[in-house]
């Protein structure tokens, strides 16, 4: 099987898989492009390395860092086990039937990046593709005891690799570059999936008001998912082209597209430093 | 066990809570209803250091007024248990179920 027909297989099964909802990025890329574009500052880095070529220490360095970080490939079990606590909340406290369907839809997706990344790490570093890298900030592992904080992971989580994949957009990495539309498009998608069941939850006024306290736990972490603002690392990354904009800026624009969002469903976005661990 | 699977398990029973078996390669945990079993939800072990005791005291609210804990109503109960007065307060402002 070439590459290009096992891309038509997997791009045929999606489309057999829309619904009026499914894929939730449809409607908002309709729009126009949601994320905000970064800009490097200072001249664009010159830097522009493909599979197989020899990259400089540092490059690699950082380039696995994100990588590991990032998470999502098929040799890494510890991702795997993440998208099985996602079925086990599924099967555990999903409000209708509809909603179980969307979440696999959601797993499918997710596990389409994971074969995605997984190219992406063997063209890099075989012994990488096989490494299990358990998630290592705790908003991975915040815990979810209802239908709302899911929501709210989904809502939250995923949009935070969204931003960082529209950024990958000009990724000096060019797999990376290559595939980081696919990336950003589907995780608009499952943020827009969250907000989706945020809306149902948020239609009556005991699910608005759990949804308000629950802000408490998931907003700062969120927000601290972006690493602290004098990140050394930070200007290395935007020196060697992995990276456009330092942790302060893009959380500053994932802030403000967070609180439209949470203010469009009456709902008042928590003081940004309370209960923060990474500022 | 590490010393955060341990404050993870404490917190959670202190609200009728369990913490199961390690699931999913080691990583997360199920948390189950101290009384009836039935599954409530799941949580990693890589919270910070006197995270889970404060994040289950920040929802002693919800426990109380059933927005959070199994349907059997066992939380709901061991809350009442807990701090009488809170609980009352809860529930008059979230308007818990019976």
Redesign the interface.
């Known amino acids: 099987m070439n590459p290009d027909h096992e891309t038509s297989v997997i791009e045929d099964a999606e489309r057999r898989g829309r619904t009026e909802l499914w894929p939730f990025w449809r409607r908002i890329y309709a729009q126009g492009d949601p994320l905000p574009r970064f800009t490097a500052p200072g001249a664009p880095p010159s830097y522009r390395f493909d599979e197989g070529e020899p990259l400089p220490a540092e490059y690699r360095e950082l380039l696995l860092k994100m990588l590991r970080h990032e998470g999502e490939r098929a040799g890494n ?2 991702f ?3 998208m ?2 996602c079925l ?2 599924a099967e ?2 999903f409000p209708d039937a509809e909603s179980k369907l969307l979440k696999a839809e959601y797993l499918a997706e997710e596990l389409k990046h994971a074969i995605m990344f997984h190219r992406l790490a063997v063209g890099l570093e075989r012994d990488f593709a096989l490494r ?1 890298v ?5 908003t ?7 239908w709302a ?1 899911d929501a709210l992971f989904h809502f939250l989580v995923d949009l935070n690799g969204a931003f960082h994949a529209r950024d990958w957009r000009e990724s000096s990495y060019a797999p990376l570059a290559k595939m980081s539309a696919t990336v950003e498009r589907d995780e608009v998608g499952h943020s827009e999936m969250g907000y989706h069941f945020l809306q149902q939850i948020c239609g009556e ?2 699910g608005k ?2 949804v308000q ?2 802000l ?2 998931w907003y700062p972490a969120a927000l601290d998912m972006f690493g602290r603002s004098d990140s050394k690392n930070a200007p290395r990354f935007i020196h060697w082209g992995l990276k456009s904009v330092g942790n302060a800026e893009i959380r500053e624009a994932y802030q403000a597209y967070v609180d439209r969002k949470l203010v469009a469903l009456g709902l008042d976005p928590p003081d940004e430093r309370k209960n923060r ?1 990474f500022l | 066990m590490s010393d955060i699977v341990e404050e993870i398990r404490a917190a959670y029973g202190r609200v009728g809570i369990v913490l199961d078996r390690p ?6 945990y ?2 189950l209803c101290g009384k009836c079993g ?11 250091p006197d ?2 005791g404060a ?1 289950v005291e ?2 002693f ?2 426990y109380a ?1 059933g ?3 199994c349907p059997c109503g066992h939380q709901r109960e061991v809350t009442r248990g807990l701090d009488a007065a809170r609980w009352e307060a809860a529930r008059r ?3 818990g179920s019976a």
């Open positions: 079990k510890s795997l086990g993440l099985a606590t086990d909340l555990a406290i299990d358990p998630y290592v900030h705790y991975f592992h915040l815990p979810r005891e209802t904080d006024p005991r008001a759990l306290h629950l408490g736990k661990r | 699931a999913t390669y080691g990583t997360y199920r948390l039935r599954m409530v939800g799941n949580v990693g072990d890589r919270l910070l995270m889970a994040l920040q929802q609210d919800l007024a927005l959070l804990g402002r979230h308007g």
